[in-house]
């Protein structure tokens, strides 16, 4: 026997769904890669943002140190500076004092830099000024010898009171109490 089925069967159209499947699949795996890619992005910059921070502690630890070496070198040249403005005196007065003639003595010392030596001594005649000044003239740290003026004082022992002003040549006396 033979069957006739008049009936016509309607054939579904998958096509659109095989369309929409794929196409649903792409999205997701679109979507997939782009969320990859965003979250391998944030670790680049959170791994950029923390060699960031490490290279401005290293910075600023480089700079501190560079500031510690320049207050260093600069406390070396005032050390230096200190160092060669010190001028000896105390070896000064002692010379000066030893070129003194006998029953002679300061009555006045005053040493600056710019000013130079500025002394007073007790005589008991001129005669003892004048030996004090040509000793004084011969010393070879000395540059210039003033006699700046001679009073008698009356008291009782009469007494002449010298005053000299004196240009120290600041290197050859530094060089001599070297020497010594």
């Known amino acids: 026997m033979v069957e006739i089925n008049f009936i016509e069967k309607q054939k579904i159209n998958v096509v659109p769904y095989i369309i929409a499947i794929v196409f649903v699949l792409l999205l997701v795996v679109a979507a997939s890669i782009l969320l990859w890619q965003h979250s391998s992005k944030e670790e680049q910059i959170n791994s950029l943002e923390l060699e960031i921070q490490q290279n401005l502690e290293k910075q600023q630890e480089l700079t501190s140190l560079k500031n510690i070496k320049e207050q260093r070198l600069q406390l070396k040249e005032q050390v230096v500076s200190v160092e060669n403005s010190i001028f000896p005196t105390l070896p000064l007065l002692d010379r000066m004092i030893a070129l003194l003639p006998e029953n002679t003595y300061f009555s006045h010392f005053a040493f600056s830099m710019e000013e130079g ?16 000044s040509y000793a004084i003239r ?4 000395v540059e210039n010898v003033t006699f700046a003026k001679m009073d008698r004082v009356q008291s009782d022992d009469a007494y002449y009171l010298a005053s000299f002003q004196i240009e120290i040549n600041e290197q050859a006396w530094i060089e001599e109490v070297r020497q010594q």
């Open 117 to 132: 030596l500025s002394i007073d001594i007790r005589v008991e005649d001129m005669t003892q000024a004048a030996a004090y």
């Open 138 to 141: 011969e010393q070879a740290f």
